[in-house]
């Protein structure tokens, strides 16, 4: 007859020594476990996972007022809107508003209310006016 021996190379963790003022053996012996202990790197990363949402608010907030910039009527502010259409530009726009005025001065009011990077605008575009002085 032959045998074969299987491992699994599971290995029972070792046992404590034994406090020796106790001497009942029939008391299983307890695992003492150990804190977990974070490094430096490991404390800024969940401090900055943490304020990852804090981070993200405060964008939302930042970059989201621009727009609400010209549908808010605050402090007795009232705009009239305007739909750009085809071959409309703001030079044509702010002669329409105040033809007497300076046009330049009319431009750059508008694109300051609307948040506008250029003078460049698109068919369809909504934009808020300056009602004329």
Do not use: C, H, K
Request: aromatic share 6%; glycine share 8%.
């Amino acid at each position: 007859m032959s045998a074969a021996i299987a491992t699994t190379g599971f290995q029972p963790s070792r046992a404590l020594p034994r406090d020796p003022a106790r001497s009942n053996d029939s008391t299983p012996s307890t695992v003492v476990r150990t804190r977990l202990r974070l490094t430096r790197r490991g404390r800024v990363v969940f401090t900055g996972l943490a304020a990852l949402p804090l981070v993200i608010w405060a964008f939302v907030v930042v970059l989201g007022a621009g727009a609400a910039a010209a549908d808010v009527d605050s402090a007795g502010a009232v705009f009239e809107y305007v739909t750009v259409g085809q071959g409309d530009s703001l030079w044509a726009i702010a002669e329409s508003i105040d033809p007497s005025g300076d046009v330049r001065e009319v431009i750059d009011e508008i694109i300051r209310l609307n948040g506008l990077d250029d003078a460049v605008v698109e068919p369809g575009q909504r934009l808020a006016l300056p009602l004329a002085q």
